[in-house]
Each structure stands twice: as C-alpha cells, then as structure tokens.
C-alpha cells in the first residue's frame, strides 16, 4: 500500500468532475487500499479519489471509531433522500477549517462494491453525511461550496497564505 498526497483547496483539479469506472479490477482495488491508508493517516473518515488526483467514481469511508468498517464505493448514485441534518463538517482537502453544513439526513445509495457487484444500501447519521460530503467531490464540489462567498475567500487566503509560509526556508542559527 501507499500513501498518496491529498489535494489542497484551491488546487483548480479539486473541480474536475470524476468519470464512470469503467472496471472494478485489481488497480482499482489497489487504489481503493491506498485511499485507506492515506485517510486513515490523514486522519480522516472519507476520501473521495477526486482528492488524490484521480478523477473516477470511487470514494471510501469508515465512520467507526476503531476503524473496523471501511466501505468502498464505486459509481455511487443517490436514489432516495429525506430529512436535514446540519452537521459540522470539515475537509482533508481544507486542512483546519470545520464549518456546519446541512445535509439529508437519510439516503439510499446505489454503488458497486470493490467486487464489483451492485448494492443498493440506506444511510442515516455520520455515514450519510460523510458519502454525500465524498460525493460532492466526485462532482468537483467542495464543502466550503455551502458557505458564503466572504468565508470562502477567507478561507482560501488562509490556506495559501499558510502554504507559502510552509515553503519559506528558516534558517538555523
């Protein structure tokens, strides 16, 4: 497995829409296994592979606490949705930044599994919060999308700023 770099708000691919797998096969496990290690890391709860620069429909979570639950999702389609839920979220591609954010509060969710086989699947709670989060990246969309432009562009001053300031050599005396 490998650790893969996680893209960074306002990286411009974080708004590339992902394609269709075409073929659950062993690269795209091995993809799915490496999201995982780079979240779990990270540490995360979803990770969407729009993040990590590949732009197919696959995302992985696991809202358990003993990360004991990890589940794949490939092509994932929302059939069914009801019910608000405003929940804090935050982004590993927006290091730092937890915002409230409304969402469905319940879903049915329709995806292929690393398999390759079709399941169709209700959510409620974290779990339904934490795949239309990665979903909205499959569709380029962020969850500072929600906020208001004047949060949005702070934000985005915020995490530049902070970057170059990262990349600027201190010298050791």
């Known amino acids: 497995m490998a650790k893969l770099r996680i893209l960074e708000f306002p990286d411009p691919r974080l708004r590339t829409r992902a394609a269709p797998v075409k073929v ?11 999201m995982f290690e780079t979240m779990y890391a990270a540490p995360g709860i979803g990770l ?12 992985v979570v696991d809202v358990s606490v003993d990360k004991t639950q990890p ?24 290091p730092g930044y937890f915002e409230e954010v409304e969402r469905y509060e319940h879903i049915r969710v329709r995806y292929l ?25 499959l569709n380029g969309r962020l969850f500072v999308d929600y906020l208001s432009e004047a949060k ?15 990349s600027t050599p201190v010298a050791v005396l």
Request: hydrophobic share 40%; net charge negative; charged share 35%.
């Open 152 to 166: 949005r562009q702070r934000i985005r001053k915020r995490l530049v700023k902070d970057r170059r300031t990262e």
């Open 24 to 34: 659950v096969d062993d690269r795209l496990r091995q993809l799915a296994d490496d």
């Open 113 to 137: 599994d690393r398999d390759g086989a079709t399941v169709e699947r209700d959510m409620e709670g974290l779990l339904a919060v934490c795949v239309q989060h990665e979903m909205d990246h």
């Open 71 to 94: 589940l794949v999702l490939i092509n994932p389609e929302i059939l069914q949705k009801d019910g608000v839920a405003v929940t804090e979220e935050g982004c590993l591609s927006v």
């Open 48 to 59: 969407a592979a729009t993040q990590v620069d590949v732009h197919q429909r696959l995302l």
